[in-house]
Structure formats: structure tokens, C-alpha cells
């Protein structure tokens, strides 16, 4: 039997909020802050009913990509080291580069995608992302695709 699943990364402003009170809620129970799902669900502030309806069907980006290859996007200023500051945070934070693609600079912006196994990662995905985000010359980054 195929499995015809697609899937999506979509920013969490636009999820209804039933979805995201059913991440927190899980979230509660995997950090055992909690012993119960009705103590979740009251918690998050969702239905029991809804809870059990969409646990399965969602995840945080940064569960999903533990043990996955991730493509990132971005676009660095067009200066000497910003690249290897990338570079850097990634082995920093534990994940492997596979493949690094770089266009020519123009206008002063280059376009990079890496992509790279994530297993192995010291940090979640978010506050991986945050971090890139800080470092200079990184104009925007963020995850294109996932395996």
C-alpha cells in the first residue's frame, strides 16, 4: 500500500490553534511535567477529543528533523568569512554536511543551500535557526526540505 501522506513546513502563525495547544499539550507529557493527558489537555487548553484527534498528525519541525536530512536555505552578504561562520555553527552544533551549494555573489548577496544529517544535533531546530540568524552577514536562513 503507497502511502500518499504529504507533508509541509507551514510557520505557526497560520495553524489553527486546536494544532498548536496539541503540541503543547504532547510537549507536556514527553517532558513529564505531566502524568496525565487529560492533565495535558487541560493544561494546553484543548479537548481530550481533539487532543487524541491530531496528536499523530502533527509534530514541532525540530522533532520531525532529529535523525533526518535537512536542506537549508540562505543568503549571505557577499564578505569574506560569513561562510565559514556557517560552516562552523553547523559542526558547533553537531550536525554533518553532506553537500554545499553556492551561487555566484550579485548585488552583494550570495545564495547557499547545505544540507546535512541532523542526528546528531546538540541543539533543536528553532533555536539552531535563531542562532544562524544572529551571526553576521546571514541575511536569512531557514529550512527548504527535510528527508
Do not use: C, W
Amino acid at each position: 500500500m503507497q502511502d500518499n501522506h504529504k507533508y509541509y513546513i507551514v510557520e505557526d502563525s497560520a495553524l489553527p490553534e486546536v494544532l498548536i495547544r496539541t503540541v503543547k499539550a504532547k510537549e507536556l507529557l514527553s517532558q513529564g511535567l505531566v502524568k496525565t493527558v487529560n492533565e495535558a489537555a487541560t493544561l494546553a487548553g484543548v479537548s481530550r477529543s481533539a487532543f487524541y484527534k491530531y496528536k499523530d498528525l502533527i509534530s514541532p519541525f525540530n522533532d520531525m528533523s532529529l535523525g533526518r536530512i535537512i536542506t537549508f536555505s540562505m543568503l549571505l552578504r557577499d564578505e569574506p568569512g560569513v561562510l565559514s561562520r556557517i560552516l562552523t555553527h553547523f559542526a558547533a552544533n553537531g550536525a554533518n554536511i553532506l553537500t554545499i551549494y553556492q551561487t555566484i555573489p550579485s548585488g552583494g548577496r550570495a545564495p547557499v543551500t547545505i544540507s546535512a544529517e541532523t542526528e546528531k544535533m546538540k541543539t533543536n531546530m528553532d533555536s539552531f535557526i535563531e542562532q544562524a540568524m544572529e551571526l553576521p552577514g546571514v541575511i536569512s536562513f531557514g529550512p527548504l526540505a527535510g528527508q
